[in-house]
Nanobody, 115 residues
Framework: QVQLVESGGGLVQPGGSLRLSCAAS????????MGWYRQAPGKQRELVAG???????NYAESVKDRFTISRDNAKNTVYRQMNSLKPEDTAVYYC?????????WGQGTQVTVSS
């Protein structure tokens, strides 16, 4: 059974930082591009950061220069360092392949940015 398990979310004040992890099991994702998606209340899920199998990254304008995506293929894990968090970053964060595969959505991890 393929699983993507996100962790590391929480409540943080504006300007703070969090590091998210996405641990994959059931198959090796080293040949897949991977991405971090987020879904804010009342909004559609959106891709905010992606990383190719070779480590080339790209970001949505809304998170560029604040978020960093990385991967450790030996651990089958994808990371997301988020700095200078803003209230508008509040969302449930998910990881998945890019393009996304419907059967691989996990539970996500909640990030709440609030004072």
């Amino acid at each position: 059974q393929v699983q993507l398990v996100e962790s590391g979310g929480g409540l943080v004040q504006p300007g703070g930082s969090l590091r998210l992890s996405c641990a994959a099991s059931g198959r090796n994702f080293r040949f897949n591009a991977m991405g971090w998606y987020r879904q804010a209340p009342g909004k559609q899920r959106e891709l905010v950061a992606g990383i190719t199998m070779r480590g080339i990254t790209n970001y949505a304008e809304s998170v560029k220069d604040r978020f960093t995506i990385s991967r450790d293929n030996a651990k089958n894990t994808v990371y997301r360092q988020m700095n200078s968090l803003k209230p508008e970053d509040t969302a449930v964060y998910y990881c998945n392949t890019v393009p996304q595969l419907a059967g691989y959505w996990g539970q996500g991890t909640q990030v709440t940015v609030s004072s």
